[in-house]
């Protein structure tokens, strides 16, 4: 398993999760450090990961790419046709696969960026938005994908034909945008509110409210209807998507606000009760921290594993998936297909 966090220093840092034997044959987790350095010129906003692939988005307009198992840089993309800042970052993995299909970036002027990944081309920029993309989600199919902006829109975004297939204003901004693992649901954050929507009609189904009113800054889908955010109050809350209640919270996770939050494994049907349900979460003051989730619904949670980068840190991503596949930069522009963003 391997987490990656970017900061408002510009540095990149990537950790790989490591199981660590005591001689009371105990074991813990342990957070080793793959890389730590300033790939950016300026801060760091978002960031992805998927197998052995992880971006970085900045404010100096650029994406750079890393090769996880060789803790390497790959190089950056300069491939958006308007100049602007890096927003939202987001692989597309196909379930039958372990190494990501694509990846979808959006920007500060609107627009959205498609790459293969295999190697790394351009397959389609264009600009369904004119104002700054806040967040974009792409569904688990990979043929579209919604975003939400910074001037209170909200819109499906094709990822076949790269255009915009419908936009609508929601009278409020939303900052994230989260699809469910079976793309039939999705959330979009406001303020210290969580909309439940079906995906098919966007309908509200209901609102997720803990009453604090303190911002969610991040937010994370598990299985089962779970859904993890965290953010101004410290706390990581896993809430029950399918009645709207809140499961259980871990209370001050971090002493200072919580920036990123990301799932590392999920639970199936044959080893449910036997795997930890591991979450990793990241705050502005530096503290890295990786939770057994389980755990948090029983007792005074206390975290498997802990760094801290003595950063400012702005954004986290974490991957579960293994692959002995190397990421590659491609020289060529590739052309869009019919079938998806990229054909199997």
């Not at 699809?179 to 995906?199: A, L, W």
Request: charged share 20%; glycine share 6%.
């Amino acid at each position: 398993m391997s987490i990656i966090a970017g900061s408002y220093e510009r540095f990149i840092w990537g950790f790989k999760l490591k199981p660590t034997k005591h001689d009371s044959d105990t074991q813990s987790l342990t957070l080793s450090p793959l890389f730590s350095y300033p790939s950016h010129i300026s801060s760091i906003t978002t960031v992805a990961c998927s197998g052995p692939a992880a971006a970085s988005g900045g404010s100096d307009d650029t994406i750079h790419l890393y090769d996880l198992p060789s803790a390497s840089s790959l190089g950056s993309l300069l491939d958006h046709n308007h100049a602007a800042s890096i927003t939202a970052l987001s692989f597309y993995t196909p379930s039958s696969l372990s190494f990501p299909r694509n990846l979808v970036s959006a920007a500060a002027d609107g627009s959205v960026a498609i790459f293969d990944t295999d190697p790394f081309v351009l397959l389609k920029s264009f600009r369904p938005h004119k104002k700054a993309v806040n967040d974009l989600a792409i569904h688990p199919s990979g043929k579209l994908a919604l975003a939400v902006y910074r001037d209170e829109c909200f819109a499906m975004l094709n990822l076949v034909r790269g255009k915009r297939s419908f936009c609508c204003r929601l009278g409020h901004e939303a900052s994230l945008v989260k699809f469910d693992p079976s793309g039939e649901r999705f959330f979009m954050v406001v303020n210290d509110k969580v909309g439940v929507h079906q995906s098919e009609d966007a309908k509200l189904l209901l609102e997720l409210d803990n009453g604090s009113r303190k911002r969610i800054l991040c937010a994370s889908p598990g299985d089962s209807g779970t859904l993890f955010t965290a953010g101004e109050d410290r706390a990581i809350t896993a809430w029950d998507t399918n009645s709207g209640k809140l499961a259980y919270s871990i209370q001050d996770a971090h002493p200072a606000r919580i920036k990123g939050v990301v799932t590392l494994t999920r639970n199936d049907s044959e080893g449910a009760s036997e795997d930890p349900y591991l979450v990793a979460s990241a705050s502005s003051d530096g503290i890295i921290r990786v939770w057994d989730m389980r755990m948090a619904a029983k007792e005074n949670a206390k975290p498997l594993a802990e760094t801290n980068t003595k950063s400012r840190l702005t954004c986290l991503a974490g991957s579960a998936l293994k692959s002995m596949r190397r990421p590659q930069i491609g020289n060529q522009k590739a052309q869009m297909v019919e079938e998806g963003p990229n054909s199997a």
